[in-house]
């Protein structure tokens, strides 16, 4: 509330002004007034604070009012920028409620001190003409820091107050009004009641209203704290992920912080740590939980917008309840979940929480509803079709597995290492892909053990489980040996999880204990779930991937699993097409056809692909695709044929099919295993493109029957003369000279 004051009245020492109430502050000894400096000079930044003749031409200049927060008082001009912040150099304004608060001294008579946290603040008159303002070390023998506290005139407390801000305080809060909260950024509004959540009222394309009840809301103090109540939805507000929600209890309490804005003063938090902010990086503009007191959207300046009857409200702390879920399995609780809820209504649903890979909730919330605090077990159960491995629970596994591992490489995370023994056993080390067929055992791990009681990690070429030395180093134990227990991390991916020991550290790529060679590296315990910490497990299966080349010599396949080239067939990539012709580039023997790849292949018969571990790599330029199923593929691509007038080689698809299969024109059928070629720039007039140029021979080389030649373009076209370029003549690739 303000006071109107007479020009002539002043303060005893025993009195301050009142909070609100406008003043002005004079030093005692230059006899000049505390100023607003309106410009950029020298070291006062945005307008420093400077000794000055009284000038009530411009009341802004000069009119301060007093707060008090935290036991601290800030000086504000009439449009609540706060002063009392300091710069390292002197006294600059800031838009902030600071720790910089000042404390006032009394001196003598109606005399005071004002002092900063960096000393007295009094007059320098040296450093500018009119006189700034600076701290001072000095104590009460320094004259300079002498101040009155000086009433305005009625006029100009009038003028003041049509043009101040509303002044608004935490301690002006009750339960028996409303507010309005608007962001300090205003290009995004104020908060606004939304169906789903509190969003702004830019969201919602309505104007700022405080007569608006979806604009308003309440701060219901009960056992000192403040809960968020909109007044539209007659219900609290609380956190729901990054968003708000609507509850009919009052789950989470309100906290205040103060910002760097005169504008917006304060931030407002959930639990004293999500602070609530308008977004301007989300289409609609809502409510989000961002920690920057910096931030324009989370700045909140709350105004009084009217009456509030608190009665619904308040009986909300009557009838809530809190109900507590433990997830049990054999009578050992896994994990809990807190639900608020309301006394007489239906049970909180189940949120899951994070439980040990493997385990499944079974149990259901009671039927009926709640009547005060409960405690209610949800019974779990074992659904082994979620482990990523098959186990046994005791003795020689059955399953073998490749263990891969992420590794930040110039590959970016990919599945490029495989864990095993180190040769003299004392530690496990990641290492590089490629591999030698006689080598898998001591690649290949097994699991023994139960969901409900961990697993340990079996080498079989060792017969040994993994454990953790005191260093952290993972080294090989016997399998009996209780301390290579391995417990499940969570599933953080559906492609690969965590392996844990029992102390909870994570089973790691340790890239920093490298060995000489930098695809060597040794297996750590670490603390931290990070990429290093996540495995991709690939099942070992004895046996090869079957491809019979017929006898026209060439054939396609898409492999889903990883292979190793086998003697005996040439295995190429295709890179792309050029004066009728392929480009392609031969895979050598030995080498790894990763998953997922479409390759063309050379030399009739039957050949053996043995499998090997998998990899989420692609052979780069390859411009074959491909599909393990049968498959309806959009677009112009190419099939590998054996036309009777061309001969073998890419042909343009026909388009008869669509996406279902029916009649259409805009899909081709991609057989099981299969691959095509896709041009990255196609021409539509090219119908084939031919394998081997090598092997093409000569107009004059062309053996026909009675001088009768079938003669095409690259096109498809029948043509009579065969002028300079490449034709198919009776079948067979010619280059006419």
């Given at each position: 509330m303000?006071?109107?004051?007479?020009?002539?009245?002043?303060?005893a020492?025993?009195?301050?002004?009142?909070?609100?109430?406008?003043f002005?502050?004079?030093?005692?000894t230059?006899?000049?007034?505390?100023?607003?400096?309106?410009?950029?000079?020298?070291?006062q930044?945005?307008?420093?604070?400077?000794?000055s003749?009284?000038?009530?031409?411009?009341?802004?200049?000069?009119v301060?009012?007093?707060?008090k927060?935290d036991?601290?008082?800030?000086v504000?001009?009439?449009?609540?920028n706060?002063?009392s912040?300091?710069?390292?150099?002197?006294?600059?304004?800031?838009?902030?409620?600071?720790?910089?608060?000042?404390?006032?001294?009394?001196?003598?008579?109606e005399?005071?001190t004002?002092?900063?946290t960096?000393?007295?603040?009094g007059p320098?008159?040296?450093?500018?003409?009119?006189?700034?303002?600076?701290?001072?070390?000095?104590?009460?023998?320094?004259?300079?820091?002498?101040?009155?506290f000086?009433?305005?005139?009625?006029?100009?407390?009038?003028a003041?107050?049509a043009?101040?801000m509303?002044?608004?305080?935490?301690?002006?809060?009750?339960?028996?009004?409303?507010?309005?909260?608007?962001?300090?950024d205003?290009g995004r509004?104020?908060?606004?009641?939304g169906?789903?959540?509190?969003?702004?009222?830019?969201?919602?394309?309505?104007?700022?209203?405080?007569?608006?009840?979806?604009?308003?809301?309440?701060?219901?103090?009960?056992?000192?704290?403040?809960y968020?109540?909109?007044?539209?939805?007659?219900m609290?507000?609380?956190?729901?992920g990054?968003?708000?929600k609507?509850?009919?209890t009052?789950?989470d309490?309100?906290?205040f912080?103060?910002?760097?804005?005169?504008?917006?003063?304060?931030?407002?938090?959930?639990?004293?740590?999500?602070?609530?902010?308008?977004?301007n990086?989300?289409?609609?503009?809502?409510?989000?939980f961002?920690?920057?007191l910096a931030?324009g959207?989370n700045?909140?300046?709350?105004?009084?917008?009217?009456?509030?009857n608190?009665?619904e409200?308040?009986?909300?702390?009557?009838?809530?309840?809190?109900?507590?879920?433990?997830y049990?399995?054999?009578?050992?609780?896994?994990?809990?979940q807190?639900?608020?809820?309301?006394?007489?209504?239906?049970?909180?649903?189940l949120?899951?929480?994070?439980?040990?890979l493997?385990?499944?909730v079974t149990?259901?919330?009671?039927?009926?509803?709640?009547?005060g605090?409960?405690t209610?077990?949800?019974?779990?159960?074992i659904?082994?079709?979620?482990?990523?491995f098959?186990?046994?629970?005791e003795g020689?596994?059955?399953?073998w597995?490749?263990?891969?591992?992420?590794?930040?490489?110039?590959?970016?995370?990919?599945?490029r290492?495989?864990?095993?023994p180190?040769?003299?056993?004392?530690?496990?080390?990641?290492?590089?892909?490629?591999f030698?067929?006689?080598?898998?055992?001591?690649?290949l791990?097994g699991?023994?053990?139960?969901?409900?009681g961990?697993?340990?990690?079996?080498n079989?070429?060792?017969?040994?489980a993994?454990?953790?030395?005191n260093?952290?180093?993972?080294a090989?134990?016997?399998?009996?040996?209780?301390?290579?227990?391995?417990?499940?991390?969570?599933d953080?991916?559906?492609?690969?999880?965590?392996?844990?020991?029992?102390?909870g550290?994570?089973?790691?790529?340790q890239?920093?204990v490298?060995?000489?060679?930098?695809?060597?590296?040794?297996?750590?315990?670490w603390?931290?779930n990070?990429?290093?910490?996540?495995f991709?497990?690939?099942?070992?299966?004895?046996?090869?991937?079957?491809?019979?080349?017929?006898e026209a010599g060439?054939?396609?396949k898409?492999?889903?699993?990883?292979v190793?080239?086998?003697?005996?067939?040439?295995?190429?990539?295709?890179t792309?097409?050029?004066?009728?012709?392929?480009t392609?580039s031969q895979?050598?023997?030995?080498?790894?056809?990763?998953?997922?790849?479409?390759?063309?292949?050379?030399?009739?018969?039957e050949?053996?692909?043995?499998k090997?571990?998998?990899?989420?790599?692609?052979?780069?330029?390859?411009?074959?695709r491909?599909?393990?199923?049968?498959?309806?593929?959009?677009?112009t691509?190419?099939?590998?044929?054996?036309?009777?007038e061309?001969?073998?080689?890419?042909?343009?698809?026909?388009?008869?099919?669509?996406?279902?299969?029916?009649?259409?024109t805009?899909?081709?059928?991609n057989?099981?295993?299969?691959?095509y070629?896709?041009?990255?720039?196609?021409?539509?007039?090219?119908?084939?493109?031919?394998l081997?140029w090598?092997?093409?021979?000569s107009?004059?080389g062309?053996?026909?029957e009675?001088?009768?030649k079938t003669?095409?373009?690259?096109t498809?076209?029948?043509?009579?003369?065969?002028?300079?370029?490449?034709?198919?003549?009776?079948?067979?690739?010619v280059?006419?000279?």
């Amino acid at each position: 509330m303000l006071m109107l004051l007479c020009a002539v009245t002043t303060w005893a020492q025993a009195e301050l002004p009142a909070e609100g109430t406008f003043f002005r502050l004079k030093n005692t000894t230059s006899q000049l007034y505390m100023t607003v400096n309106s410009y950029n000079s020298g070291n006062q930044n945005d307008g420093g604070i400077v000794i000055s003749a009284k000038n009530t031409e411009d009341l802004s200049k000069q009119v301060f009012r007093l707060v008090k927060q935290d036991e601290k008082y800030h000086v504000l001009t009439f449009n609540n920028n706060v002063v009392s912040t300091f710069s390292s150099w002197g006294f600059r304004a800031e838009a902030s409620y600071s720790n910089a608060a000042l404390t006032i001294e009394p001196s003598e008579g109606e005399i005071w001190t004002l002092k900063g946290t960096k000393g007295y603040i009094g007059p320098n008159n040296g450093s500018k003409s009119e006189g700034s303002i600076i701290y001072s070390n000095h104590g009460t023998s320094n004259n300079e820091i002498y101040w009155a506290f000086e009433a305005v005139t009625e006029e100009e407390t009038t003028a003041a107050a049509a043009a101040a801000m509303p002044l608004f305080t935490l301690s002006s809060l009750n339960n028996n009004s409303c507010y309005t909260i608007t962001a300090g950024d205003a290009g995004r509004g104020s908060w606004y009641s939304g169906d789903n959540g509190v969003t702004s009222t830019v969201k919602q394309s309505v104007d700022k209203n405080a007569e608006d009840v979806n604009q308003q809301f309440a701060f219901i103090q009960k056992d000192g704290q403040y809960y968020l109540y909109s007044v539209a939805k007659k219900m609290f507000v609380a956190k729901s992920g990054d968003n708000t929600k609507y509850t009919k209890t009052a789950e989470d309490y309100v906290t205040f912080e103060k910002t760097a804005s005169y504008a917006a003063p304060y931030v407002i938090a959930l639990n004293g740590a999500s602070h609530m902010g308008i977004s301007n990086g989300y289409d609609p503009a809502v409510i989000t939980f961002w920690n920057d007191l910096a931030d324009g959207g989370n700045m909140a300046t709350i105004a009084l917008a009217s009456e509030f009857n608190p009665e619904e409200a308040l009986e909300t702390f009557n009838t809530a309840a809190t109900v507590v879920y433990e997830y049990q399995y054999n009578g050992n609780t896994l994990a809990t979940q807190e639900a608020a809820a309301v006394k007489g209504e239906a049970y909180p649903d189940l949120v899951t929480p994070e439980l040990p890979l493997g385990y499944v909730v079974t149990g259901a919330k009671p039927a009926g509803n709640v009547e005060g605090n409960a405690t209610v077990q949800i019974t779990l159960d074992i659904d082994n079709s979620l482990l990523p491995f098959k186990a046994v629970a005791e003795g020689t596994p059955t399953t073998w597995y490749y263990a891969q591992m992420h590794y930040y490489t110039t590959d970016n995370y990919s599945y490029r290492w495989f864990i095993a023994p180190a040769e003299d056993g004392s530690s496990v080390r990641t290492q590089d892909h490629e591999f030698a067929a006689d080598e898998v055992d001591a690649h290949l791990w097994g699991f023994v053990g139960t969901v409900e009681g961990g697993f340990k990690m079996v080498n079989k070429a060792t017969n040994k489980a993994i454990k953790s030395e005191n260093n952290g180093v993972a080294a090989m134990a016997e399998v009996a040996d209780a301390t290579a227990f391995i417990a499940m991390g969570s599933d953080v991916h559906s492609d690969w999880f965590c392996m844990k020991n029992p102390a909870g550290n994570y089973l790691n790529a340790q890239g920093s204990v490298a060995n000489a060679s930098n695809c060597n590296f040794v297996i750590k315990h670490w603390s931290d779930n990070d990429g290093g910490s996540s495995f991709f497990l690939t099942e070992y299966v004895d046996e090869d991937v079957t491809v019979n080349v017929s006898e026209a010599g060439w054939a396609t396949k898409y492999f889903a699993e990883s292979v190793h080239v086998p003697a005996g067939v040439n295995a190429y990539i295709v890179t792309g097409a050029e004066d009728g012709w392929i480009t392609k580039s031969q895979i050598a023997e030995g080498e790894v056809i990763p998953a997922n790849t479409g390759i063309l292949l050379e030399n009739a018969g039957e050949h053996k692909f043995a499998k090997t571990v998998t990899y989420n790599y692609t052979l780069a330029d390859n411009l074959m695709r491909g599909s393990v199923e049968n498959t309806y593929v959009e677009g112009t691509a190419y099939v590998l044929a054996n036309h009777s007038e061309a001969g073998i080689g890419f042909y343009k698809a026909e388009l008869n099919k669509d996406a279902e299969g029916n009649e259409g024109t805009t899909h081709f059928l991609n057989n099981a295993g299969k691959a095509y070629l896709v041009l990255p720039t196609a021409n539509e007039t090219v119908a084939f493109y031919g394998l081997d140029w090598e092997g093409s021979t000569s107009i004059e080389g062309v053996e026909v029957e009675n001088e009768v030649k079938t003669i095409f373009d690259l096109t498809g076209r029948r043509v009579e003369v065969a002028e300079r370029g490449i034709y198919i003549i009776n079948g067979k690739k010619v280059l006419v000279k």
